[in-house]
């Protein structure tokens, strides 16, 4: 998660909500992507989506059999989805997300999905919190 | 609708499921695209995602004011959610999809969703349903 929230930063600094994602294979980093909205005009370049895309393209595969992934925020029901499409076997996510999260809020994608991920969310949820905190009152002042 | 059928032809044609979309701005056309999923190694290569991620390259922008979209099957949660991000202004589908359908059926996406896209289901959708239809039968043989 660690290396999430460095993704996460490096987002921040470029002006995009931070959010950061890593795609893991055991202890092998497969993939890892901060979100990039605003810089590439693509509304579906969230961290999750990029880090999926690249893992696979990585794998020549359109599944990640065996794959877990750390984000630090509740994924939205686009990413969600996306992960259980990827067929990810594990998720482990930061901050909790009320508004926007699909997982243990909104959709719920989870109840519906073919590929049931497994869940653990709030994964140093503070820190991961905090770095959004700080980016949303750095753009009001 | 015709458009995105064609669309969804060309996908059956490569081997791909058999959905295809269209992004258009009153009376033209601003990008199409057939599913791509294993052709491409990438889960998230859905035809309303890529027909989206197409139209705001060409417009330059994260959003599709305005813009409406024609796609032959009901919308996973996934692609709704693109949808509803991109702020499309109104939906066409054609087949319902009781098992992966995340508008009328499961996730039931814009229940959550912060933009409101209006929703025409069922266009032409015995059309569109035979197309699949068509492409599974022929799989199994």
């Known amino acids: 998660m660690e290396m999430a929230i460095e993704e ?10 931070p959010v ?3 795609v893991v294979s055991g202890s092998q980093i497969i993939s890892s992507a901060g979100n990039e909205v605003i810089k590439n005009s693509d509304p579906t370049a969230h961290a ?8 696979c393209r990585l794998r020549n595969s359109h599944i990640l059999d065996g794959c877990d ?3 630090t925020l509740e ?15 594990r998720l ?5 997300d009320p508004k926007y999260g699909g997982i243990e809020h909104g959709a719920r994608i989870f109840e519906h999905a073919p590929h049931k991920t497994e869940i653990i969310g709030g994964v140093l949820a503070t820190r991961c919190a905090k770095i959004l905190k700080n980016f949303f009152e750095n753009k009001r002042n």
């Open 8 to 17: 996460a930063r490096k987002a921040a600094s470029r002006g995009s909500v």
């Open 20 to 22: 950061g994602a890593l």
């Open 48 to 55: 999750e989506i990029i880090a999926i895309r690249r893992a």
């Open 69 to 71: 992934m750390y984000v």
């Open 75 to 89: 994924p939205c029901p686009m990413c969600a989805q996306a992960i259980s499409l990827a067929r990810i076997r």
């Open 92 to 96: 482990y996510f930061g901050a909790y």
